[in-house]
């Protein structure tokens, strides 16, 4: 009996000690109402593949332009329920100069059947072990996904958000970024 209530109350304590430091981690990394210089830092140079494994350099995509780089997998349900979302806003915002960026952590042959069966309309590169390290890099120090930065024209990060993104909010912040 002591044995099982010792068992439950470790578990209580790292159940709420989880909540916590999620709840400041992303408290600390969505910054979508912070836009000052402080919190914004250059976007590293990078290369990643494509599907057909072409090298991409992330500068093909700088340069007036608003970048949402959102760093996915297909066994990861809130990444996709969100791709159909953003693959609408890039058809909607993409003449104001808004560009998405997919970045695959997972394996090439389930991100070929996936982009095949949807109309994902914006490049989507493979991330391997590098674009893991690229989003810790960013500032996804619990390697969760979804995870998505937002990139202004001058090519400074200026939001990190972990999970699932909602329209809105995406709306809400890369508006005044136009």
Same mark, same amino acid.
């Given at each position: 009996?002591?044995?099982?209530?010792?068992?439950?109350?470790?578990?209580?304590?790292?159940?709420?000690?989880?909540? @916590?430091?999620?709840?400041?981690?992303? @408290? @600390?990394?969505?910054?979508?109402?912070?836009?000052?210089?402080? #919190?914004?830092?250059?976007?590293?140079?990078?290369?990643?593949?494509?599907?057909?494994?072409?090298? =991409?350099?992330?500068?093909?995509?700088?340069?007036? +332009?608003?970048?949402?780089?959102?760093?996915?997998?297909?066994?990861?349900?809130?990444?996709?329920?969100?791709?159909?979302?953003? $693959? $609408?806003?890039?058809?909607? #915002?993409?003449?104001?100069?808004?560009?998405?960026?997919?970045?695959?952590?997972?394996?090439?042959?389930?991100? +070929?059947?996936?982009?095949?069966? =949807?109309?994902?309309? #914006?490049?989507?590169?493979?991330?391997?072990?590098?674009?893991?390290?690229? $989003? =810790?890099?960013?500032?996804?120090?619990?390697?969760?996904?979804?995870?998505?930065?937002?990139?202004?024209?001058?090519?400074?990060?200026?939001?990190? =958000?972990?999970?699932?993104?909602?329209?809105?909010?995406?709306?809400?912040?890369?508006?005044?970024?136009?």
């Amino acid at each position: 009996m002591k044995q099982s209530a010792l068992i439950f109350t470790v578990a209580a304590i790292a159940f709420v000690g989880g909540i @916590s430091i999620r709840g400041l981690l992303s @408290s @600390s990394l969505d910054q979508s109402s912070k836009t000052d210089q402080t #919190y914004q830092t250059p976007l590293p140079e990078f290369s990643l593949p494509d599907l057909s494994g072409k090298q =991409h350099s992330i500068k093909e995509w700088q340069g007036n +332009k608003v970048l949402v780089i959102n760093f996915w997998a297909t066994w990861c349900p809130p990444c996709l329920k969100e791709m159909p979302e953003f $693959a $609408a806003l890039q058809s909607e #915002y993409s003449n104001k100069g808004l560009q998405f960026l997919g970045i695959a952590l997972d394996d090439s042959e389930p991100v +070929k059947e996936f982009i095949a069966s =949807h109309k994902i309309n #914006y490049p989507i590169l493979m991330g391997g072990n590098q674009g893991t390290k690229l $989003a =810790h890099d960013l500032g996804n120090i619990v390697n969760t996904v979804p995870f998505t930065v937002i990139v202004n024209k001058k090519g400074l990060v200026v939001q990190r =958000h972990m999970g699932e993104m909602a329209r809105e909010q995406l709306i809400k912040t890369v508006t005044p970024l136009f």
